[in-house]
């Protein structure tokens, strides 16, 4: 058996070798970001899942799904897509099941996407629109977030034109967990033209809260041609390995979508196990207020070290070091703890998804073992 000893010197080689957190040309994690999975015993804080796993009840609907895993699922497409349409008061022909929302997200690319037009997005944000933006050869145009870390929308609304296809919006935002204010984004929906579009990316909306800045775009829609929004199974229900997410826009937009949708593109045992987590109320509740709890622990423990972490709306906190956030990544790296990635131009912050108490724990003592840490608290 590899002692302690050797299992760290591997995972240290593999920092040196790899600098997995670095980003390909277009904003792509490479793949060696993921080379260390759970199973080698490493604490994963870096990709904002749910630490807790799925609930007892959506557990059970995965295991009895399993059986009918011989079969394509696609016979149940209709019927997940009626459910989804009427948990959101919508009708079926504005909803689209994708792969994760990463597919929806690819699909939203592709089709409106391109040569001669521009995507207008804020930095920084969720990066995977980019990606498939560049990969269809569009401009690209990054609106740095105001100081609060909410979208500067007149910023914004001042770098679209008329070749402006589509605007990606990320509330709460990934990689700051931060909010932009409703009426924010009200306005500048209704000052868009016609002809652009706007992803309205939901991903963390259950950990949003009930504050009054925040606004669901599907719990309170506005009736504008012009929205896409995205949900996810990843996060809250505890299913991103299962990979399913839904866009609802109108029908003309999801019609264009689809033509970009791979066949068969949402797996048996997601198709089945959707449906029972849809109805999951307590869990969804119980996984909210445990974040919730989570993200007070984190805070408490970051305010008592100096540190003064950006206001988190969603399972994951991102704060400054007032020190290279690569050499933090690093650091934790080292200790098996992997963190987000370095997020340019916020060089010397760190993102850190929560986790179960237990690794926090194991987070903060990683912390403390950081050399200049003792210094912070004259920062402030
Ligand atoms: C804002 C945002 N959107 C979309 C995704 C992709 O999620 P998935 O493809 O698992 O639905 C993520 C994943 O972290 C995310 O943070």
């Known amino acids: 058996m590899p002692s302690r ?8 080689g593999a920092v040196t070798a790899a600098i997995p957190w670095r980003l390909a040309a277009h904003g792509r994690p490479s793949l060696e970001s993921v080379q260390a999975g759970s ?3 490493s604490i994963l804080l870096y990709s904002n899942e749910n630490a ?8 059970s609907a995965i295991t009895s799904a399993a059986q009918s895993a011989n079969r394509y699922p696609r ?6 897509t009626e459910k989804i349409a009427s948990v959101h008061h919508v009708s079926p022909d504005r909803v689209l099941l994708g792969c994760g929302s990463t597919e929806l997200l690819r699909m939203a690319a592709c089709a409106f996407l391109g040569r001669g037009k521009q995507l ?3 930095s920084p944000t969720f990066e995977a629109i980019e990606h498939y933006a560049a990969s269809v050869d569009s401009e690209i145009i990054a609106v740095p977030l105001t100081s609060a870390f909410a979208h500067d929308v007149d910023a914004m609304l001042g770098r679209v034109g008329p070749s402006t296809a589509l605007v990606y919006i990320c509330n709460p935002n990934n990689p700051t967990a931060s909010l932009t204010p409703r009426k924010d984004l009200e306005r500048f929906i209704s000052k868009l033209p016609a002809s652009t579009l706007v992803v309205l990316d939901e991903a963390y909306h259950h950990y949003a809260g009930t504050s009054g800045m925040y606004g669901s775009f599907l719990d309170h829609p506005v009736d504008d041609q012009k929205l896409i929004v995205l949900r996810t199974f990843s996060k809250v229900y505890a299913l991103a390995g299962l990979r399913l997410g839904y866009a609802v826009a109108s029908p003309k937009v999801i019609q264009q979508m689809r033509g970009f949708a791979t066949q068969d593109n949402v797996n048996a045992i997601a198709t089945e196990t959707a449906f029972v ?11 909210a207020q445990r974040n919730a709890n989570d993200r007070q622990e984190f805070f408490n423990q970051a305010m008592a070290r100096g540190l003064k972490p950006i206001d988190s709306h969603a399972n994951f906190v991102m704060m400054n070091t007032f020190h290279p956030a690569q050499e933090v990544i690093q650091h934790f790296h080292k200790n098996n ?3 987000g990635r370095q997020f340019p131009p916020m060089d010397t912050y760190i ?9 926090m724990q194991a987070f903060w003592q990683t912390w403390d073992l950081l050399p200049w840490t003792k210094n912070l608290m004259m920062h402030h």
């Open 351 to 359: 993102r850190v998804s929560l986790g179960r108490p237990e690794e």
């Open 277 to 287: 987590a849809l109805d999951d109320e307590e869990g969804v509740n119980d996984f």
């Open 75 to 80: 016979l149940r497409y209709n019927s997940l």
């Open 5 to 12: 000893r050797d299992f760290l010197r591997i995972g240290a």
């Open 337 to 339: 703890i992997l963190i």
């Open 120 to 122: 207008v997005h804020a």
């Open 39 to 41: 199973d080698d015993g």
């Open 52 to 59: 807790y796993g799925p609930s007892a009840k959506v557990l």
